[in-house]
């Protein structure tokens, strides 16, 4: 029952898509109270959940042994029980309707599913953007709980936080095709091969920038998108040949701690 690979996912960056909307949230909303625990509770295990649900999909459809199934509804039932008993403390202290947040997150799971079935599952970029884009929700309601009302400028904070999600995914994927080179290509290839992660980063730069001008967005919120995109200009100008995956996630998730930091100052600022 206590298997940690049934427990836990395996996939160590998606811990950062939730953690850093969920903490910029939070810290964006500037009060912590019990209804904050409620929600890490229950966005917790709304993301454990979908673990050991896959691992049950996994098993129906031949590509895990049938013994692992206990284990399984073990641990999906654990993660229901905490996260309904967060939800309806949720509810009951009137924010109930931070739950609209999680209907996007429904067919995005289901579509994941689908393809886990069909074994088509690995390196569907566009299913990442759009769970990316679902754990960001928990940024407003983060800041919504920390505020005691649903602002609107929540919306914008979710836009941003996910965008700069899609911009360390495009990364991610740049620093893993560039990993398997036999040897380091050309000036003309490097950009080349790093154009829609610097085209990206650069437009989300822009964007924050410019909003930040327009008194949308805190003035100095452009700095920790600035990081991101000098990392994008560093990892596109040096190739990370041979590396292995381990190093470059090390790396992205220094990056990703110092961006957070970031954020969640400027933002107060």
């Known amino acids: 029952m206590f298997r940690r690979h049934v427990a836990l996912p395996g996939e160590h960056g998606a811990w950062v898509f939730l953690l850093r909307p969920l903490l910029i949230g939070l810290f964006a909303g500037g009060r ?25 999909v996994k098993v129906h459809s031949g590509r895990r042994p049938r013994e692992t199934l206990p284990a399984v509804r073990f641990w999906i039932a654990i993660y229901a ?34 393809l886990v079935s069909r074994r088509a599952d690995r390196r569907q970029w566009f299913v990442e953007l759009l769970g990316t884009g679902v754990l960001s929700l928990s ?10 009302q649903p602002d609107p400028i929540g919306w914008l904070l979710w836009a941003v936080v996910w965008a700069q999600s899609a911009s360390a995914i495009a990364y991610t994927y740049l620093r893993l095709a560039q990993r398997v080179l036999d040897r380091s290509p050309g000036w003309s290839m490097r950009l080349r091969m790093g154009r829609t992660p610097l085209l990206v980063s650069l437009c989300v730069l ?64």
Do not use: M
């Open 206 to 269: 822009a964007a924050v920038t410019g909003l930040g001008l327009a008194g949308a967005l805190p003035a100095w919120l452009f700095l920790p998108y600035a990081l991101q995109a000098a990392e994008v200009l560093w990892g596109a100008s040096r190739p990370a040949i041979g590396l292995k995956p381990q190093a470059i996630g090390y790396r992205q998730l220094a990056i990703s701690a110092l961006f957070t930091l970031l954020f969640i100052i400027t933002w107060r600022l």
């Open 139 to 148: 940024a407003p309601a983060g800041l919504w709980v920390g505020l005691g």
């Open 32 to 56: 912590w109270h019990t209804v904050s625990l409620y929600l890490v509770l229950a966005a917790l295990c709304g993301f454990l959940i979908r673990h050991p649900i896959t691992l049950a």
């Open 81 to 114: 029980t905490i996260g309904l008993a967060h939800v309806v403390g949720l509810v009951a202290r009137g924010f109930g309707y931070l739950l609209y947040l999680a209907i996007p997150g429904v067919p995005v799971f289901v579509w994941h599913l689908w």
